[in-house]
């Protein structure tokens, strides 16, 4: 998973991060031949009890399985899973330039809400984050 976030860190458009942090929140990982192939996450977007129930997504595909329905294979797992544990919303901040990220969070019911515009910076540069979202068709509804 290291290596994957790594790769991701390098690309300039997968993360603000610098360095590779532990990953105590990683949830659900693809593997082949006890390869990691991909990995997803969720995190809390707040510790505020209002917002208990929404979560933000990280999902990372090895450079060399891109295009190949790791991130869709794990994103159609980690939906239904999100909604056993009660989340209604989900999120995401992703840089304009990461267009396979835009089109996968699409293909799997992600509505386009908004940009932050020079939200942080990466090496030097301000960075646009568009952000994503999923509402839940069976938790907090009524």
């Given at each position: 998973?290291?290596?994957?976030?790594?790769?991701?860190?390098?690309?300039?458009?997968?993360?603000?991060?610098?360095?590779?942090?532990?990953?105590?929140a990683c949830r659900f990982?693809?593997?082949?031949?006890?390869?990691?192939?991909?990995?997803?996450?969720?995190?809390p977007v707040s510790s505020?009890?209002?917002?208990?129930?929404?979560?933000?997504?990280?999902?990372?595909?090895?450079?060399?399985?891109?295009?190949?329905?790791?991130?869709?294979?794990?994103?159609?797992?980690?939906?239904?899973?999100?909604?056993?544990?009660?989340?209604?919303?989900?999120?995401?901040?992703?840089?304009?330039?990461?267009?396979?990220?835009?089109?996968?969070?699409?293909?799997?019911?992600?509505?386009?809400?908004?940009?932050?515009?020079?939200?942080?910076?990466?090496?030097?540069?301000?960075?646009?984050?568009?952000?994503?979202?999923?509402?839940?068709?069976?938790?907090?509804?009524?």
């Amino acid at each position: 998973m290291a290596r994957i976030y790594a790769e991701g860190i390098a690309t300039g458009y997968a993360t603000f991060e610098k360095n590779t942090p532990t990953f105590e929140a990683c949830r659900f990982v693809v593997a082949e031949n006890n390869n990691i192939l991909g990995w997803a996450a969720l995190s809390p977007v707040s510790s505020r009890c209002v917002y208990g129930g929404v979560a933000e997504v990280s999902v990372y595909s090895a450079k060399e399985h891109f295009g190949k329905g790791v991130g869709k294979m794990l994103m159609q797992h980690l939906i239904p899973e999100s909604e056993k544990i009660g989340l209604w919303t989900l999120q995401s901040g992703i840089f304009p330039e990461n267009e396979a990220s835009i089109a996968l969070h699409k293909k799997v019911g992600f509505r386009y809400i908004g940009k932050r515009e020079r939200v942080g910076q990466l090496d030097g540069v301000w960075k646009d984050n568009l952000l994503f979202e999923r509402r839940s068709k069976t938790v907090g509804v009524n």
